[in-house]
């Protein structure tokens, strides 16, 4: 049974270094999310795609956050000249109709 | 003002406790309301999901919305220390280009101890 997978678990980078954060949602789930949770706080919105329309971009904090999903399945965050206030944890989730289910998560430290 | 109160607790309860968790919410388009149960180093993962006024019950958990208060609250009965983990409140409001996105409180972090 898969469920929604992320890669990699854990991610260090120096500061001014680009990521690039990959997200498996479940198969056949048409809707896709990213979402932002920094230590403490509850996840916060970043980005929409239904197959491989981006529909909502509204949460990427800068320009310097970009998301794709080219073939309406495997999706990838990158985060371009990675700064302190970028580590968080980065989770995807994917979802057919209503119910959203999440992956475990990239925790990502910017030094 | 955030869109979604949570109280971050934490909040600390014996075996066998009831657990009462709050949210409230100031945007009265939202339409669906949803709890999520996040253990340490995991994903949220989805307990209870209504879009109505009223109570909704699952095993120990009961989920409660009133929609004329904007105030949504989780009960746990009987606590086990297997319930440990932070609890988030959801909410979204359905259609247009923002289909599904969820706005989350700050979530409460439980542990019940035996």
């Known amino acids: 049974g898969a469920g929604v997978s992320q890669s990699p678990r854990y991610k260090v980078a120096k500061r001014g270094q680009d990521v690039a954060l990959r997200c498996d949602p479940i198969s056949g789930h048409v809707s896709l999310f990213w979402y932002q949770q920094a230590l403490g706080q509850g996840p916060e919105f970043l980005t929409y795609f239904q197959n491989e329309a981006q529909l909502d971009k509204s949460g990427l904090p800068s320009d310097r956050f970009f998301a794709e999903r080219p073939e309406g399945s495997v999706s990838t965050l990158k985060i371009q000249r990675t700064q302190q206030e970028d580590s968080a944890v980065y989770l995807c989730a994917s979802s057919l109709l209503d119910t959203q289910y999440f992956g475990p998560g990239t925790r990502l430290t910017v030094l | 003002q955030k869109e979604v109160e949570q109280d971050p607790g934490p909040l600390s309860v014996p075996e066998g406790a009831i657990v009462s968790l709050n949210c409230t919410y100031s945007?009265?388009?939202?339409?669906?309301f949803m709890w999520y149960r996040q253990y340490s180093r995991k994903g949220p993962e989805l307990l209870m999901y209504t879009y109505s006024s009223g109570n909704k019950e699952d095993g120990r958990f009961t989920a409660q919305v009133d929609k004329s208060s904007k105030y949504i609250s989780l009960f746990i009965r009987d606590s086990q220390p297997s319930d440990s983990a932070t609890y988030l409140c959801a909410v979204y409001n359905a259609g247009g280009t923002s289909y599904g996105k969820l706005t989350f409180g700050q979530g409460t972090i439980l542990t019940v101890h035996p």
């Open positions: 945007n009265s388009a939202f339409q669906y």
